[in-house]
């Protein structure tokens, strides 16, 4: 039986993968909307390719670019965000979030209310509007994926589990681009420094945010909302080789890990085909070969990002759209080469001691509106900060 997909973000990273798997095997899929932004030369190849119905750039401008990359051939175009909300709630069996950022939390939502069974890469999805999330899913009879390769371990270890047997998570992290540097050397750490990643090839904004460790603090927070889990019982461990990608202790004392190569199309096959298993064309563990893998505990003063996801998750409401605001607009700025590695931390915490008066806004309910609301207050608050500390 074929499974109608479509792919949000299908020029990043994740999309590039999801696109791989499913252009290996296309009599079993038939690709409905595939979006992206800028990329629009491999956003028309690949639905070309694939043979979608529609292609949706989030540029408006780039309309008229777009339409002349699909000329001649059956793929519709279309451009802005009312043509990504309705490209996002074409009913589909099956739909790939794998936008970065909030701004994929919309697409995610549409792909729920529509019936899509949805595979999540987008964890701020669930950082931002968690509950709104579930609840979503729920509603209208469907369920969430996790695709985030952490996340896809314990939906794996805990399946046909009761969760109520739960006595741990843990999620493992490979320390990044500097786990073996000093505090004192990452300090000066560069924006071409801080995009390369040790194990794993992602975009841009992920590598960095693993460097700072924001992508794990993202991931204890996903794992709490996602698995219904108190955050004390969820922790972290450094684990240089990234093979183990996550354990889950048992009230009975034992623990399951899961256990592959670090390429994330093992994660997004797994929710492509769930709940059955096809044969994905990654690299085979030869363990004889890793012959060691080392944990050890993670630093909280190497890794601020970390400290604030558990202020974050006590705070709960909206802090999580707060979090995550300020920690885009953080990277934005580090990125632009505006502040320094460490500093992204440091705004992301003033921004939360500065809104944490506005209960309003993060006790309010959890709602697209307000999802957004807070994730601009979370904005502008960290470019007041960045700003005076550009002007120190
Ligand atoms: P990426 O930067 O490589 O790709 C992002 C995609 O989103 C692109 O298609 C881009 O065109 C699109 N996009 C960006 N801004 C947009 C906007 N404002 N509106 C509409 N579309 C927009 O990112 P990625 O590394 O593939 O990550 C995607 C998501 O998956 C993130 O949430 C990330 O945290 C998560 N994730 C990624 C990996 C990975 O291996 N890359 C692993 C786990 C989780
Ligand atoms: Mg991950």
């Known amino acids: 039986m074929t499974r109608s997909v479509s792919i949000f973000g299908a020029t990043g990273s994740i999309g590039q993968n999801t696109i791989d798997l499913i252009s290996r095997d296309l009599n079993s899929y038939q690709v409905v909307a595939?979006?992206?932004?800028?990329?629009?030369?491999?956003?028309?190849?690949?639905?070309?390719?694939?043979?979608?119905?529609?292609?949706?750039?989030?540029?408006?401008?780039?309309?008229?670019?777009?339409?002349?990359a699909l000329n001649g051939t059956s793929v519709i175009a279309a451009a802005g965000a009312t043509a990504l909300e309705e490209a996002a709630s074409r009913p589909v069996d099956w739909a790939m979030s794998a936008i970065v950022g909030v701004a994929g939390?919309?697409?995610?939502?549409?792909?729920?209310?529509?019936?899509?069974?949805?595979?999540?890469?987008?964890k701020e999805s669930l950082v931002c509007a968690g509950e709104l999330v579930l609840k979503t899913a729920k509603k209208y009879d469907t369920r969430l994926l996790p695709v985030d390769s952490e996340h896809s371990a314990i939906f794996q270890?805990?399946?046909?589990?009761?969760?109520?047997?739960?006595?741990?998570?843990?999620?493992?992290?490979?320390?990044?681009?500097?786990?073996?540097?000093?505090?004192?050397?990452?300090?000066?750490?560069?924006?071409?420094?801080?995009?390369?990643?040790?194990?794993?090839n992602m975009g841009q904004r992920i590598t960095i945010d693993s460097a700072s460790m924001f992508n794990k603090a993202l991931e204890v927070i996903e794992a709490k909302e996602y698995f219904s889990v108190s955050s004390h019982d969820i922790e972290t461990l450094i684990h240089p080789e990234s093979i183990v990608h996550a354990f889950v202790g048992f009230l009975d004392g034992g623990f399951l890990a899961h256990v592959g190569p670090p390429d994330m199309r093992h994660a997004i096959g797994y929710a492509l085909n769930w709940p059955k298993r096809k044969n994905i064309p990654i690299e085979r563990l030869d363990l004889a070969k890793i012959s060691q893998l080392n944990f050890f505990e993670p630093d909280l003063n190497r890794y601020p990002a970390l400290r604030l996801a558990y202020d974050v998750m006590a705070r709960g409401g909206l802090a999580g759209a707060i979090f995550?605001?300020?920690?885009?607009?953080?990277?934005?700025?580090?990125?632009?080469?505006?502040?320094?590695?460490?500093?992204?931390?440091?705004?992301?915490?003033?921004?939360?001691?500065?809104?944490?008066?506005?209960?309003?806004?993060?006790?309010?309910?959890?709602?697209?509106?307000n999802v957004m609301q807070a994730d601009q207050l979370a904005r502008c608050r960290a470019d007041e900060i960045i700003q005076e500390r550009i002007r120190k």
């Open 34 to 68: 595939l979006t992206g932004a800028s990329n629009i030369k491999q956003l028309a190849t690949d639905a070309i390719r694939v043979g979608a119905e529609i292609a949706v750039t989030a540029n408006e401008n780039r309309l008229v670019d777009l339409k002349a």
């Open 105 to 122: 939390l919309q697409s995610s939502l549409k792909a729920l209310e529509s019936g899509a069974l949805l595979a999540l890469a987008n």
């Open 157 to 200: 270890c805990l399946s046909g589990e009761d969760h109520s047997t739960i006595e741990r998570i843990i999620i493992t992290a490979s320390g990044g681009a500097f786990r073996d540097w000093s505090l004192e050397a990452i300090k000066t750490a560069t924006l071409k420094q801080a995009s390369t990643h040790p194990n794993w």
């Open 324 to 369: 995550n605001g300020a920690k885009e607009c953080a990277l934005d700025a580090f990125i632009a080469e505006q502040i320094g590695f460490l500093d992204m931390a440091e705004v992301v915490e003033e921004v939360l001691i500065r809104c944490d008066s506005k209960q309003d806004i993060l006790d309010a309910e959890i709602s697209f509106e």
